[in-house]
């Protein structure tokens, strides 16, 4: 359990209650609990996806469209990573205050570390999901302090009645965030330069955060399912450069990942990518708790280096 600092707990204490709280959707887990963290009970959040569902194919559902017609705040991911069944609920929502371009609508991503821009000419190659950067980029929980900044200031502008109150709020998840992080980058240390493969890319953050080479994966290109040629071509390279650890969001077939995992002698390896894509990870800091945790032990189990 982490309880907030005294000095926050007054802070908090202090705060007078004012006015209704915000009313906020966010289009994923990982939004809804950094919007919580800053948030506290001045915020009313849901989350559209689910921590267990890919966040690129979600279906659409009609209560999506009702939360939304009610929000004052959306926060997306951004970076086109719902671009798939986004844009129709917010229009069918007829909310003009979530429209993109609203003060109601927050991209998350315009003040993180995006990686993998495309550089040159944008094109959309067939099937790449990925045309604007990596939209992962929660993975990294720098990024992650950076997106509860980001609506600590949104929320302080909406409500400037309670703007000390998400000060305070954010001040306590900065320093928590700051704490576990000492913990994973400890845990993380002995293995920098650990080559793994990894389904899709999710993790070029979390890899590039924790000092982790991602070889291959085993999606030809971001968006398109594994084809015999380039899981072949895989295989060979894994078996050269001796990958024990084959990372596979809880989302994919297995079936391809384990096929691999037969020819290489590499161990898969489950690991959810969003708060909510396990019992136990219930906030953003207990996913990297999570995710951290199960990578070191299967790290020691195979013997990866
Ligand atoms: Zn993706």
Do not use: C
Not at 2 to 7: G, K, N, Q, Y
Not at 150 to 163: E, G, Q, T, V
Not at 241 to 270: C, H, M, W
């Amino acid at each position: 359990m982490r309880f907030p600092s005294v000095v926050a707990l007054a802070l908090l204490a202090a705060a007078p209650p004012t006015g209704a709280a915000v009313n906020v959707v966010a289009t994923t887990e990982d939004l809804a609990d950094l919007t919580r963290q800053v948030g506290g009970d001045r915020v009313k959040v849901e989350a559209i996806a689910r921590g267990y569902q890919d966040p690129h194919f979600v279906e659409a559902k009609p209560s999506f469209i009702l939360k939304l017609a009610k929000a004052d705040l959306l926060v997306a991911v951004g970076r086109e990573l719902e671009v798939g069944w986004l844009p129709p609920l917010v229009q069918q929502s007829r909310n003009s205050r979530i429209q993109p371009g609203a003060d109601g609508y927050l991209d998350a991503s315009l003040t993180v570390r995006i990686l993998e821009i495309p550089t040159g000419q944008i094109t959309r190659a067939m099937g790449d999901v990925h045309p604007l950067g990596n939209p992962h980029y929660w993975l990294d929980p720098g990024n992650g302090r950076h997106i509860a900044k980001a609506i600590a200031d949104k929320l302080s502008r909406m409500a400037p009645a309670d703007a000390a109150y998400f000060a305070a709020r954010y001040a306590d998840f900065d320093r928590r965030l700051a704490e576990a992080e000492k913990r994973w980058d400890a845990l993380m240390a002995p293995y920098k330069g650990l080559k793994v493969v990894t389904y899709h890319r999710s993790w070029p953050n979390f890899v590039d955060r924790f000092g982790l080479d991602v070889i291959g994966y085993v999606e030809p290109r971001p968006g398109i399912p594994p084809s015999p040629g380039h899981t072949l071509d895989l295989i060979a390279e894994m078996k050269r450069q001796g990958v024990k650890i084959l990372i596979v969001e809880p989302y994919f077939d297995l079936k391809t990942p384990n096929s691999i995992a037969r020819e290489t002698g590499a161990r898969v390896l489950v690991l959810p990518p969003s708060v909510g894509g396990d019992k136990d990870i219930t906030d953003f800091i207990a996913l990297f708790d999570h995710d951290v945790d199960l990578l070191v032990r299967t790290i020691k189990e195979t013997g990866a280096k």
